[in-house]
C-alpha cells in the first residue's frame, strides 16, 4: 500500500474535471497493478464455488423453505464482496496517503484531498459490486442458482449495503493512525461481519434472540433484505432502515474524526 500512495502524487498536476479523470486514470492503474486487489475480486465468487461442492450444500433442504444451503451462501458471498473492499483495501490505501503527507501536498494543488477521498470511494465500490456481480453469474451458471426475483429491491439493498460498509472503512481510517493501525482495526472489524452475513451460520438458521441482534447490523440487515429480494419479496422496510441508517451514523463520524494530516 505504501507504494501505491508513493506513486499517486504525480497526478495531482491540473485542476477542474481534468484533474478528477487524471487522479481516476492513476488511482485505477495503482489498483489493477496490486495482486491483493484482483484476488478480492475474484474471492467471492471463487469461495462460492468451493463452498458448492460440499455435496450437502447441494441437497434440497426442507426446513430451509425447499431451498438449498448454496442458494443461502449467494448473498453471503455478494456482502463478502463488499466487506473485503470497504475493510481491508480502503482503509489501508487512504491511511498511508495521510501517513505519507501525500494529502498534506495535495492540499497546495487544484486537485483537493476530498477528490482522492472520493475517487477512492468510487473506484472501490465499483470494483466490490463488479465483484458482487461475478458471485451472481456463478451461482447461476455453476449450481443454477437463481437470480434475484425482486430485482429492484435486490439493487436498493446492494446498495445501501455498499454505503455502508464503504462509510464504515472511511470511519476505519478515519480512526486509523498508520496503514497498519487501519489494517488491524479492518480485520478486527471484518471477522464479526463476515457472522453477521451468515457465513457460519445462516441468519435465518441462527436462534431468534442471535438473529434479531444480528439484524441490526449492517451486514445482518443486508443479508436477510438481499435473501427477501432474491425469494421474490420486497426488503423489510425495517432492514433497509438499519442500512441506511448506519451509512448516514457512520458517514457522519467519518467525516468528524477524519484528518487530512
Same mark, same amino acid.
Given at each position: 500500500?505504501? %507504494?501505491?500512495?508513493? /506513486?499517486?502524487?504525480?497526478?495531482?498536476?491540473? $485542476? $477542474?474535471?481534468?484533474?478528477?479523470?487524471?487522479?481516476?486514470?492513476?488511482?485505477?492503474?495503482?489498483?489493477?497493478? %496490486?495482486?491483493? !486487489?484482483?484476488?478480492?475480486? +475474484?474471492? @467471492?465468487?471463487?469461495?462460492?464455488?468451493?463452498?458448492? #461442492?460440499?455435496?450437502?450444500?447441494?441437497?434440497? !433442504?426442507?426446513?430451509?423453505?425447499?431451498?438449498?444451503?448454496?442458494?443461502?451462501?449467494? @448473498?453471503?458471498?455478494?456482502?463478502?464482496?463488499?466487506?473485503?473492499?470497504?475493510?481491508?483495501?480502503?482503509?489501508?490505501?487512504?491511511?498511508?496517503?495521510?501517513? *505519507?503527507?501525500?494529502?498534506?501536498?495535495?492540499?497546495? =494543488?487544484?486537485?483537493? @484531498?476530498?477528490?482522492? #477521498?472520493? =475517487?477512492?470511494?468510487? #473506484? !472501490?465500490?465499483?470494483?466490490?459490486? *463488479?465483484?458482487?456481480?461475478?458471485?451472481?453469474?456463478?451461482?447461476?451458471?455453476?449450481?443454477?442458482? &437463481?437470480?434475484?426475483?425482486?430485482?429492484?429491491?435486490?439493487?436498493?439493498?446492494?446498495?445501501?449495503?455498499?454505503?455502508?460498509?464503504?462509510?464504515?472503512?472511511?470511519?476505519? &481510517? &478515519? #480512526?486509523?493512525?498508520?496503514?497498519?493501525?487501519?489494517? $488491524?482495526?479492518?480485520?478486527?472489524?471484518?471477522?464479526? &461481519?463476515?457472522?453477521?452475513?451468515?457465513?457460519?451460520?445462516?441468519?435465518?438458521?441462527?436462534?431468534?434472540?442471535?438473529? !434479531?441482534?444480528?439484524?441490526? /447490523?449492517?451486514?445482518?440487515?443486508?443479508?436477510?433484505?438481499?435473501?427477501?429480494?432474491?425469494?421474490?419479496?420486497?426488503?423489510?422496510?425495517?432492514?433497509?432502515? +438499519?442500512?441506511?441508517?448506519?451509512?448516514?451514523?457512520?458517514?457522519?463520524?467519518?467525516?468528524?474524526?477524519?484528518?487530512?494530516?
Amino acid at each position: 500500500m505504501i %507504494d501505491q500512495a508513493t /506513486t499517486t502524487a504525480p497526478a495531482t498536476v491540473t $485542476g $477542474g474535471p481534468s484533474a478528477r479523470v487524471a487522479v481516476l486514470r492513476a488511482e485505477f492503474t495503482l489498483y489493477r497493478r %496490486d495482486l491483493s !486487489n484482483i484476488i478480492s475480486i +475474484v474471492f @467471492p465468487p471463487v469461495l462460492l464455488v468451493v463452498l458448492g #461442492l460440499v455435496p450437502m450444500f447441494r441437497e434440497v !433442504n426442507e426446513d430451509l423453505d425447499g431451498l438449498r444451503v448454496i442458494d443461502l451462501y449467494v @448473498p453471503v458471498v455478494v456482502l463478502i464482496s463488499l466487506i473485503t473492499a470497504a475493510l481491508q483495501i480502503f482503509p489501508p490505501i487512504l491511511t498511508s496517503y495521510r501517513e *505519507l503527507g501525500i494529502l498534506r501536498r495535495m492540499s497546495t =494543488t487544484p486537485v483537493r @484531498p476530498s477528490t482522492l #477521498l472520493s =475517487t477512492q470511494m468510487w #473506484l !472501490n465500490g465499483v470494483m466490490a459490486l *463488479l465483484s458482487a456481480v461475478l458471485c451472481l453469474i456463478a451461482g447461476r451458471v455453476v449450481y443454477d442458482v &437463481a437470480f434475484p426475483r425482486e430485482v429492484a429491491g435486490y439493487v436498493l439493498a446492494l446498495l445501501l449495503a455498499a454505503a455502508a460498509s464503504l462509510a464504515m472503512g472511511a470511519l476505519v &481510517a &478515519a #480512526l486509523a493512525k498508520t496503514a497498519k493501525h487501519a489494517t $488491524g482495526i479492518g480485520t478486527a472489524v471484518y471477522f464479526p &461481519a463476515l457472522f453477521c452475513t451468515g457465513l457460519w451460520i445462516p441468519v435465518r438458521s441462527m436462534p431468534d434472540a442471535l438473529a !434479531n441482534i444480528v439484524e441490526f /447490523t449492517p451486514f445482518g440487515a443486508a443479508a436477510s433484505a438481499l435473501d427477501q429480494a432474491a425469494a421474490g419479496d420486497w426488503p423489510a422496510w425495517s432492514h433497509l432502515i +438499519v442500512l441506511t441508517v448506519w451509512a448516514v451514523v457512520t458517514s457522519a463520524a467519518a467525516v468528524r474524526w477524519f484528518r487530512w494530516e
